[in-house]
């Protein structure tokens, strides 16, 4: 995966299991959990994950609860970028568990599985703080992977 063109992330990632599983995980929450995925970039990671984070709208959430998974495979580095909403209601625990669970299949190249599963904690742990509710919650961003980088 490392050094791969855009084209061939998209050929060695499962998009559709990764979309499933973002679908399963925000039945359970009003949370919003997306995936972006770089080719390749040059600079800071975490400062182009939260610019990500801005062009994706995921501020633009009723509760301030998105959360963006940002990979880049050629730089083997990923960040996770949550919105103040979580930060209000998470510990430092949070944020430890996910990073350590994609750390764990990413250093060895389970980039799907490990998407998969990462996204199902967060559906786990979204769940508790911002439960589903019936009549209010809607799907307010798209679940596909963004491939388009910063």
Known sequence: MWGMTQKSLREHLD???????????????????????????????????????????MEATKDRNGILIFLVPSRKRFAVVGDEGIHAKVGQAFW???????????????????????ITLLGERLAEHFPYQ?????????????????
């Open 134 to 150: 019936k009549d209010s919650d809607k799907d307010e961003l798209p679940n596909e992977v963004d491939f388009s980088g910063s």
């Open 15 to 57: 998009e559709a299991r990764i979309v499933r599983a973002i679908q399963a995980a925000e039945i359970s929450t009003s949370g919003e959990i997306r995936i972006s995925v770089a080719p390749f970039f040059v600079g800071d990671v975490q400062k182009t994950a939260q610019k990500a984070f801005r062009r994706m709208g």
């Open 96 to 118: 430890n568990d996910l990073v350590a669970c994609l750390s764990d299949h990413f250093s060895r190249l389970n980039y799907t599985e490990g998407l998969e599963r990462g």
